[in-house]
């Protein structure tokens, strides 16, 4: 059975990107303290085609949130934003660079109708027909593997709203922002049948990892 | 060197108490989801004279905040609101009952001047000069051992603002609340000197342990 597993970090006081994003800085201000777990990973510098790194207890987190995945969900904000439009004159290729981390077929969720996008061997997809479509898509897409929920934090709501999120792990770094976007708005005060099943800790992050209990699925499957 | 010793149990979504806190529901509504861990512990109910309950991970963690706290400081609203007001004919004696798990001296932060209150072997002082003149009362009263701050939420960030604040354990139940008043909130975007030093977790709560770092202590010591 194909999964739907989201995984994001997000900040003490709730906030999965700092204030002010933009192309410059699309974390936001401060929104780079949430990742210094992960970027100080050997698994992740190598994946990014640098040098060195640590091997912690966030290791084996991680390289299993990269294992059996077979295609991406994400949100408008998430590839990239709409800096100056989309149009065939001025092609805006997000903000993951000409060789995306992903290495499987990505499909973002957007109002502007677009064909596909190449950028390495990552193409990405633009959906306009609505997160179930682009779920749908994506599973076909992953051929029997499990499909990430990349965020932002606008397409995640969307999704645990509906209760079709079967994993969740939140990678909780210590630190406040202060101000941004938070993850967790208009859901209302249930997790959607998700709940936690295992935590792991360093000095720089703790992951927790939340799963669908049995009997609580969603309508999708 | 006596410490302050912050604890309190959060929300996932960085609620402190539920909406519509009032005597009827000092917690606020849904705000008992964050306590859970706490009410199911062994410890916590034979402290409060039940019977019962469970030894789990989360037990060493309530017995060690429990222990060398010579006194506790804590909010107007964590004491009981005012409901109708203090006076001579009508006294209010909170929401803690005629049998308050303290047993030790509580400094209670008001406007209101008003005299000790005793109440089981616990007395209530009322201090109206300020969060400085309650954290000085509270450690002579403690005789060398550590100074509890309750909360709430109000009283904890100007405490943590201030610099003041040693330890800090966050109680985090994986649940929402969706609602309700947040702790994390006015702070900016630093923690004041505090980092993560200790986790220990269950399925029904995570236990963040930050300690005040060598050379970032606030101006009070």
Redesign the interface.
């Known amino acids: 059975m194909s999964r739907l597993r989201f995984r994001i970090s997000i900040s003490?006081?709730?906030y999965v990107a700092g204030p002010d994003q933009s192309v410059q800085n699309p974390l936001g201000i401060?929104g780079e303290r949430l990742h210094h777990w992960a970027t100080a990973l050997e698994t992740w510098r190598r994946a990014h085609g640098v040098e060195g790194g640590e091997v912690n207890a966030s290791t084996a987190v991680m390289e299993e949130s990269l294992t059996n995945i077979g295609a991406t969900v994400m949100g408008r904000n998430m590839f990239g934003g709409h800096p100056g439009g989309w149009s065939r004159d001025r092609p805006w290729n997000g903000w993951w660079g000409d060789d995306p981390p992903f290495h499987h077929p990505v499909f973002v969720l957007t109002h502007h109708p677009r064909p596909p996008l190449i950028l390495g061997d990552t193409r990405f997809h633009f959906v306009t027909d609505g997160i179930r479509a682009a779920l749908d898509q994506a599973r076909r897409a992953a051929g029997g593997r499990d499909v990430a929920l990349a965020g932002g934090a606008q397409a995640a709501r969307q999704y645990l709203a509906e209760g079709w999120v079967d994993e969740m792990e939140?990678h909780l770094a210590?630190?406040?922002?202060?101000?941004g976007e938070?993850l967790?708005?208009q859901?209302?005060?249930?997790?959607h049948g998700l709940?936690?099943?295992r935590?792991v800790?360093t000095?720089?992050v703790?992951h927790?990892k939340?799963e669908r209990r049995d009997g609580a699925r969603g309508p999708l499957r």
């Open positions: 003490l006081d709730g401060g939140l210590p630190v406040l922002l202060g101000n938070r967790f708005e859901l209302g005060d249930d997790l709940s936690l099943v935590t800790a000095p720089a703790v927790l939340f």
